[in-house]
């Protein structure tokens, strides 16, 4: 047995050359890459990774490509790794160095899209654009051109101003997407809620859809209507709720003060004057939509009216 | 006139860039000094929220430097705009141990105003409008033509540390600060006497902090992690007060003591809406790693404790998932994931005096008990296949089952359940073709009773409209509001698109579509009907570092069907 063990010992001592040949082969340096690819190199020496990092001569070009040899030996380009070809290899010795970055292992846009590391990041650019291929507020939207549209709605969240960026909401943390259930957090509201404590409440007064979801009245990528609301006042509040009951009085066509504030008019009432008191914009009355510690004035409405 | 200052405003900063700016760009700094104009009409009634509603000119400096000494790094980037529009983020690396993270966000955020014009009205006695009739709707604005608006910032400060212990682990230490300051439009509805809504501005200043430790440890093939977070929110705010006017007849001021029995407050200066402090802790703990070669799990439990300072109620959620990964093949892997959390609020007793107490006929109790609609369990289901048929192609299949039991909110009037059930069925394809990048995804969701307000509309005609109890006098047709409604499908089917195409690293296409169909026919009232079709194309080229041309043509059309339920009023 001890025998065995020291032949396998020797049969693998002596093959570790060969295999290291196989996988990587010789490495010709950059002076020989620069005979070609002159610009490239100039411009790895200004990026990101050679300025920031500096990790001298051993992060050069072959440390990403792979070995060089063949394909300086043949001029084949499909003998190195590079984002045309071979572009996997290319992405897995990214991982050699960042096997800590984990958005590259197991999040949706790999496992799920097959999207790779040079899809995102740019290695060759300048120094001062980082690694991204755009800046935050841009890459993403570069690919989901349907969210970028609905930023340019009149009510948004200021992303296309460069104020958030969609990594705000969206975690490429290996979580996957915020709106996914494989998502850490409670719910999707705990994303919304990190920005807007202020709705955190728990209320004495709640209105059941904003501990639903946020989404059933909000789309936070864009909306026409005001606050991101998915539709405009009433007809959002209309598609759960009736519309008010004095709503179908009729009205009296004329000015007049109140009979009990003289200090408070005139005023001018027309024939349709409830429709548009009553129907134009729910929350100038029901002003605590997201809920609320005091109570409405109306005894009838057990005080959850959500008025004050 | 107008169309003459935009196109000045618009050749300015061309004009005078090479007097004003200078720029400097080398591989690891950049500068850009400007100017930045703008113009626009200004339009009440949509809000401009972050962009200029005015025409002015803002000076502008945008930064990016890094340098290294020895195995000290740093990054700095800032765009400096205005003393209410500014972005900072630095980065400080001490060799691969130590990193500092510092970010500022500060920018302001118009608010609209809402001039209550629409609320002038007096109720006509006739269908012609001739005989005044007794209610009234009035507002008064106390603070007309003022401009809302409110900066908010936000500050992160996070240090991650490598230990250098046995076990490879590290720790994150967090702080974050928002504050949103400025004013805001505050209204009061006073509806027992005419109804009126008074509204002024007032003073924002809500303030949140958020402290977190974070510590990793790497066990064997496994990376172990734990967090706790505190959050406070405080809201530093006086609180705004209106006069809420005394309970009355509005037509003739008589009748005190019977409007005064149908309200709970009046003749008297109260708080109005206000955002009370809360705070919350949160516990989080998250496993993952690979077994063998071909499986992977991550598993993560939370729990936290969420306390309004003001009323004491207090909401519980507790969360636990499980993943599972497992390579069938080189071109196959399949995956599994469970996930259940739960929510418990506390319930709070509502303490009301009866209804017109003291009054012939009134005495009903109107006290209640508010059981909370967060109350719920919520589990899913998940199972999803990937396989990649070759280099180019990949499909997803996937499967989610998910149940929400909640405690309190009825969905479902015919039997009182309040349990959703939903089976979502989706299929995916991407392709990569060297520079073209392609994908079409289509899913169908089944959804057994989807939220709704079980309680929404009045619908019950054949019913005889009965009085409140107790009270033959008035009749309040509210009462026999039974109708369901809900803008949430019970079905619901999307299929969507997306293609880009890189030409060169300076230019590239991308074309997008998309369509939604969905219906709610589970509703004892209507059916809902909802759909949705977008469709765009984009052309990028980018002209050198500082220009990119773009060209694109974005469709949007959303049509939700509903009925609008409106109630005749007879009391």
Redo the contacts between chains.
Sequence with gaps: MKEAKLFLMTVLVCAMPLAYAGAGGDLVGDESCAGCHEELVASF????HS????KGDGFKCEACHGSGQAHMDSEDPTLIAGP?NNM?KLEQNCLSCHSDVVHGL?EKHV????I?CT?CHKVHQ????GSLAEYEDQLCL??H??VK??M?L???H?VK???MTCVDCHKFD?SEDVAS??T????VNETCL??H?????????????????CM?CHDPHGSVA?NLL??NEPF?C??????H??????????D?V????PD??P?????T??K???L??CT??H??VHG?????????A???AL?? | MKKLAIFLLACLPLIAWPALAGDHVDSSNYVEIGVRGSDASKDHNQVSEYSESSTKINGMLKLRTMDTKGDLKYRLDLALFSNEDLKMKLVINKGNWFTSTTTYNKFLHKLGHDSLSNMSWREAADQAGTIPAHKELTSVDYTPGEEFYKTYEDFRQVFDIKLNTSIPSDIQVGFRAQARNGYHQMMQLSHCDTCHVQTKGAKLDENAYDVWAKVHAKVNKFDVSYKYTYSKFNNGADQTSFYIDRPRHPANGGAIDEFASRTLYGGEVLPTGFNNDNKKSTHEVHVEGTVGDKDRIVAGASYSDLTNYFTDLDLTTSTGSFRWSHKCRTNLVMDAFLSYYTMDNDDIFIDIPAWRDGRPGGGQPLSWTRYSAYNRDVSYVKLRAIYKMDGNNRFTFSYRYKQTDRDNTVVNIEDGSTDTTSSLFKVRWDGRYGDLRTNLMASFESIDHPFENALGINEDPANAYVPFPGNGLIYYLQRQVIGEASNMPSQDMNVRGNLSYRFSDKASFNMYASFRNGENNELNTYTMNLTGRTAGTSLFYVLDDKTVLTIGYDYSFNKQEAVFSVPVMDG
């Design positions: 020496n200004k990026s990101f300025t920031f990092f500096k045309e996997k197991k496992m799920e899209y097959g790779g899809d300048p120094a001062y654009k570069k690919c051109q349907d549209a609905k340019y009149p009510s948004h200021p101003e460069g104020r290996g259930e494989n850490m957090p409670e719910r990190s920005c404590p202020q709705y955190r409440g728990p209320f004495v007064f709640e209105h059941a859809p904003v501990a639903e979801n059933i005001n998915k539709a959002l209309l598609q759960c709720h009736q519309m009951f004095h709503t179908a009085l009729p009205g009296y066509e004329g007049f109140p009979h009990n504030h408070r008019g005023f001018t009432s027309t024939l004057g409830s548009r008191g009553f134009t914009k100038q009355c002003t605590r609320s510690d005091l109570p409405s004035e109306a005894r009838s057990q005080g959850k008025t004050r």
